[in-house]
């Protein structure tokens, strides 16, 4: 393998010299540049990284803790994140923060002890003494997750807005009583759908709050979906609606609505977040943002700092996208006329 005094020799000039072009410490003449970028190409020299980070001062790296890596959406964001870095010449440092507040704190200190860069954030339970504290250590970062002041630059997604649009269409057609399945209240994405629930029944004037059920699971929430979905169909007065605010919950949803032989939606509309791929045709649903844009704006933000960008935290704020389908109708008949 070709070393930094092997593209030295053949160019004939000290390794301080073609130190200095890998570097861009201190200028060097075209001409001289020009026979060492020369000398590369034919040795196919590589710079060792260790060293440039020596020279630099930097480890061209960035820690990236999505939480949890699994999931498809995220995925797909961390994704677009590595290839925009890379093409910077930065290398990102994946972890899986997991479904758990220690783990995903654990991932983004073990993260830190590596030295990088910058750290991007893509959280389920994040507190906000972290970005707190990384922002005092001076250290570039971005937080992509639902509104909120992270103190960080900040990729946001209008969870609540979408939310409420998706109510809206079922108080449009006549529904008093929505009900609401979840996951954990304790994740700042999560949460925002119930907000942005709340805030559609109080702009419908609907006072009842009693339809919300949030599912014991920190995974998969298929099963105890439907447990919860029978559980407020078997009330006296059952929603006509359901809300899922996921699409684990929406199967679920629909596993229960099987079972009992109810039609979506001449019995029961159904309205999901994210959508169900075997249903996409048919649910109504509101979807996350592209996940490539959210992860190229994202790395360009943390590129930015890296590269010296100083000025206030920056937010960017980004829609989900409405899909109105066939899976919501009016009432049944009998709680229109009650």
Same mark, same amino acid.
């Given at each position: 393998?070709?070393?930094?005094?092997?593209?030295?020799?053949?160019?004939?000039?000290?390794?301080? /010299?073609?130190?200095?072009?890998?570097?861009?410490?201190?200028?060097?003449?075209?001409?001289?540049?020009?026979?060492?970028?020369?000398?590369?190409?034919?040795?196919?020299?590589?710079?060792?990284?260790?060293?440039?980070?020596?020279?630099?001062?930097?480890?061209?790296?960035?820690?990236?803790?999505?939480?949890?890596?699994? @999931?498809?959406?995220?995925?797909?964001?961390?994704?677009?994140?590595?290839?925009?870095?890379?093409?910077?010449?930065?290398?990102?440092?994946?972890?899986?923060?997991?479904?758990?507040?220690?783990?995903?704190?654990?991932?983004?200190?073990?993260?830190?002890?590596?030295?990088?860069?910058?750290?991007?954030?893509?959280?389920?339970?994040?507190?906000?003494?972290?970005?707190?504290?990384?922002?005092?250590?001076?250290?570039?970062?971005?937080?992509?997750?639902?509104?909120?002041?992270?103190?960080?630059?900040?990729?946001?997604?209008?969870?609540?807005?979408?939310?409420?649009?998706?109510?809206?269409?079922? /108080? %449009?057609?006549? @529904?008093?009583?929505?009900?609401?399945?979840?996951?954990?209240?304790?994740?700042?994405?999560?949460?925002?759908?119930?907000?942005?629930?709340?805030?559609?029944?109080? %702009?419908?004037?609907?006072?009842?709050?009693?339809?919300?059920?949030?599912?014991?699971?920190?995974?998969?929430?298929?099963?105890?979906?439907?447990?919860?979905?029978?559980?407020?169909?078997?009330?006296?007065?059952?929603?006509?609606?359901?809300?899922?605010?996921?699409?684990?919950?929406?199967?679920?949803?629909?596993?229960?609505?099987?079972?009992?032989?109810?039609?979506?939606?001449?019995?029961?509309?159904?309205?999901?977040?994210?959508?169900?791929?075997?249903?996409?045709?048919?649910?109504? /649903?509101?979807?996350?943002?592209?996940?490539?844009?959210?992860? %190229?704006?994202?790395?360009?933000?943390?590129?930015?700092?890296? %590269?010296?960008?100083?000025?206030?935290?920056?937010? @960017?704020?980004?829609?989900?996208?409405?899909?109105?389908?066939?899976?919501?109708?009016?009432?049944?008949?009998?709680?229109?006329?009650?």
């Amino acid at each position: 393998m070709a070393t930094i005094r092997d593209v030295a020799k053949r160019a004939g000039v000290s390794a301080m /010299t073609v130190s200095r072009v890998l570097t861009g410490a201190a200028p060097v003449k075209d001409e001289t540049r020009a026979l060492i970028e020369a000398a590369i190409r034919e040795l196919g020299y590589v710079p060792n990284a260790a060293a440039r980070s020596l020279n630099s001062g930097r480890s061209n790296a960035v820690g990236l803790v999505v939480s949890p890596l699994g @999931h498809p959406w995220w995925a797909q964001v961390a994704a677009a994140v590595q290839r925009y870095l890379s093409n910077k010449g930065i290398a990102c440092l994946i972890a899986d923060g997991g479904e758990s507040e220690q783990t995903e704190s654990d991932q983004l200190d073990l993260i830190l002890r590596q030295g990088v860069d910058g750290v991007m954030l893509l959280p389920l339970l994040l507190d906000p003494a972290a970005t707190v504290s990384i922002a005092r250590q001076g250290l570039p970062a971005v937080v992509v997750s639902a509104p909120g002041d992270y103190g960080v630059d900040s990729v946001q997604i209008e969870v609540k807005r979408g939310v409420r649009e998706l109510i809206h269409l079922l /108080t %449009e057609r006549g @529904h008093r009583r929505i009900g609401m399945l979840a996951g954990s209240p304790n994740r700042p994405l999560m949460y925002a759908r119930y907000e942005g629930y709340l805030d559609a029944l109080s %702009e419908a004037a609907i006072a009842d709050r009693a339809l919300v059920r949030w599912l014991d699971a920190e995974a998969d929430t298929r099963i105890p979906a439907a447990q919860a979905a029978k559980e407020l169909l078997a009330l006296p007065d059952p929603p006509t609606a359901l809300f899922a605010c996921a699409p684990d919950a929406g199967v679920g949803i629909i596993d229960a609505l099987n079972e009992q032989r109810l039609r979506i939606p001449d019995d029961v509309s159904l309205v999901v977040f994210n959508e169900i791929p075997a249903l996409h045709s048919f649910l109504t /649903t509101a979807l996350f943002p592209s996940p490539v844009e959210v992860g %190229e704006l994202a790395a360009e933000m943390l590129y930015e700092r890296i %590269e010296g960008y100083e000025g206030e935290p920056r937010r @960017h704020a980004l829609s989900t996208v409405l899909n109105a389908r066939a899976s919501v109708g009016p009432p049944p008949a009998a709680s229109r006329a009650s």
